[in-house]
T-cell receptor, first 116, second 111 residues
């Protein structure tokens, strides 16, 4: 079974600075997807960024980028120019590439606080 | 398209009562998922449907839990004889391809 580990229960960053959230995963599969989700206090899970394992290029979405290290099974999220609206729980998630095995496996989350 | 909607937002019930939650997915999404999230934890997979077929159930889904998706549209999750350990947020998500959209969840409190 796949597992996802987020070793930082809480992180804080000064507004406008850069912060990196860590995620490691364990799998024997070669084809899979990785995601970062944001869950604000309003609680709806929002997709931040996704990465296909077969792509070597790291995904980027505006201020959000990932450092995907497939051999090390590491998938960290970098948030640049942090804004107050970035404060939330962040979850790393894994999905198998196998058709019919499409559930997400989540880590335990990192609570990000933005310091004004 | 109004996204994934879940009803109710909050439910307080007495131990031993039955509860039912509803999820309305995005209309063109053929896959629908239920997750459970307890305080301070990530969501845990419960079950998922492709159209009306329930394809996978987690071992977390005890016999007291049942889910349906008649006609491949909305889905219901029923918990019979609720226990205090069932208190959690129940999240629904739908997908088409590899993109998921989550609802806002139903928070269940068993007293």
């Amino acid at each position: 079974a796949q597992t996802v580990t987020q070793s930082q229960p809480e992180m804080s960053v000064q507004e406008a600075e850069t912060v990196t959230l860590s995620c490691t995963y364990d799998t024997s599969e070669s084809d899979y997807y990785l995601f970062w989700y944001k869950q604000p206090p309003s609680r709806q899970m929002i997709l931040v960024i996704r990465q296909e394992a077969y792509k070597q290029q790291n995904a980027t979405e505006n201020r959000f980028s990932v450092n995907f290290q497939k051999a090390a099974k590491s998938f960290s999220l970098k948030i640049s120019d942090s804004q107050l609206g970035d404060a939330a729980m962040y979850f790393c998630a894994y999905r198998s590439g196998d058709f019919g095995n499409e559930k997400l496996t989540f880590g335990t989350g990192t609570r990000l606080t933005i310091i004004p | 398209d109004t996204g994934v909607s879940q009803d109710p937002r909050h439910k307080i019930t007495k131990r031993g009562q039955n509860v039912t939650f509803r999820c309305d997915p995005i209309s063109e999404h053929n896959r629908l998922y239920w997750y459970r999230q307890t305080l301070g934890q990530g969501p845990e997979f419960l079950t998922y449907f492709q159209n009306e077929a329930q394809l996978e159930k987690s071992r977390l889904l005890s016999d007291r839990f049942s889910a349906e998706r008649p006609k491949g549209s909305f889905s219901t999750l029923e918990i019979q004889r609720t226990e205090q350990g069932d208190s959690a947020m129940y999240l629904c998500a739908s997908s088409f391809g590899s993109g998921y959209t989550f609802g806002s969840g139903t928070r269940l409190t068993v007293v």
